[in-house]
């Protein structure tokens, strides 16, 4: 049950990212329930389309329901959530931090390798964020210094490693988000970031 929530909350969270940058953009209800829908359900499409399994919101038609009803509430309430801070950055770190986990978790129980696992979580985690940046023509928060995909890997890494060890999935879970979620905070808020290539050298 934590892990369907922790699914929904990827897609719902990443479908408010898409209605945001719709409404930077000031394009119509249409637009915003396409940026929503392709934001929210690019990652976990990757995912499945990857593991060769059936793509869950064919299976689930809830997820587009949920990425309607993200686009019409963004759409009447976008002037809102962009007086929060940095309202597009913080919504996607949630939801590569429930999303990283989600996808490491639906790849082990398909029973793939825990490497492929790992790659799945941050496939699920961070390919629906660059999908909306590529389209919109804004440059994608993968190819900057500061922690991203890192954030996405510490979360599917770290749930695949305390599965290993017989942690319970749903503890698992938790834990892993949040590790997923304090590395990607740090990155916003504290400007975090890991060594790039050829820094320090002479």
């Not at 930077?24 to 249409?30: A, M, P, T």
């Not at 890991?194 to 050298?201: M, R």
Request: proline content about 2%.
């Amino acid at each position: 049950m934590l892990l369907q929530l922790l699914d929904y909350l990827g897609v719902a969270v990443f479908a408010v990212t898409g209605g945001i940058m719709a409404s930077r953009k000031q394009l119509d209800i249409i637009a915003f329930l396409f940026f929503a829908t392709l934001t929210g359900i690019g990652g976990g499409t990757l995912r499945d389309l990857l593991l060769g399994v059936p793509v869950f919101w064919v299976v689930n038609e809830t997820y587009l329901v949920v990425c309607l009803i993200v686009s019409v509430l963004v759409w009447f309430f976008a002037n809102k959530i962009e007086k929060l801070s940095k309202p597009l950055r913080w919504a996607d770190a949630v939801g590569i931090s429930a999303y990283s986990v989600m996808g490491a978790a639906k790849a082990i129980s398909v029973g793939d390798a825990v490497l492929v696992a790992v790659l799945m979580g941050v496939a699920t985690a961070t390919f629906g964020g660059v999908l909306r940046d590529t389209i919109a023509r804004e440059p994608s928060s993968i190819v900057k210094s500061e922690i991203y995909v890192s954030a996405a890997f510490a979360g599917a890494g770290s749930y695949v490693l305390f599965t290993q060890f017989g942690i319970a999935p749903w503890a698992a879970a938790v834990l892993a988000g949040g590790i997923a979620f304090i590395l990607r905070g740090g990155a916003i808020h504290y400007g975090w970031t890991l060594p790039g290539y050829g820094q320090g050298k002479a």
